[in-house]
Nanobody
Framework: QVQLAESGGGLAHPGGSLRLSCVVSRGLAPSEQMAWYRQPPGKERDVVATITHDGTKGYIGAVKGRFTISRDIATNTVYLQMNDLTTEDTGIYFC?????????WGRGIQVTVSS
């Protein structure tokens, strides 16, 4: 019974930064992975960043060089550091886990970038 608890959303100005956190109920095993997704207003949810059991990371082109996904194994926490934010980054962000052969989703947290 994997559970995810997200925090860290809110309002930022263009050029600002936010850090999202996702506490996972247990650690990753081989073949398991974590990801952050986002859903902009009026659009479908899509992946933003991924991290595997061995620490391999992936990003969509729109966030490369600005966002960093990482994890703290000791606390079972996955982070998304978001820098140089633009209004295009606005949306609901979801923590996602592929663990135990199935997907688990966080409830989603709002990120708003506005001047």
């Amino acid at each position: 019974q994997v559970q995810l608890a997200e925090s860290g959303g809110g309002l930022a100005h263009p050029g600002g930064s936010l850090r999202l956190s996702c506490v996972v109920s247990r650690g990753l095993a081989p073949s398991e992975q974590m990801a952050w997704y986002r859903q902009p207003p009026g659009k479908e949810r899509d992946v933003v960043a991924t991290i595997t059991h061995d620490g391999t990371k992936g990003y969509i082109g729109a966030v490369k060089g600005r966002f960093t996904i990482s994890r703290d194994i000791a606390t079972n926490t996955v982070y998304l550091q978001m820098n140089d934010l633009t209004t295009e980054d606005t949306g609901i962000y979801f923590c996602n886990a592929f663990m135990g052969g199935r997907f688990t989703w966080g409830r989603g947290i709002q990120v708003t970038v506005s001047s």
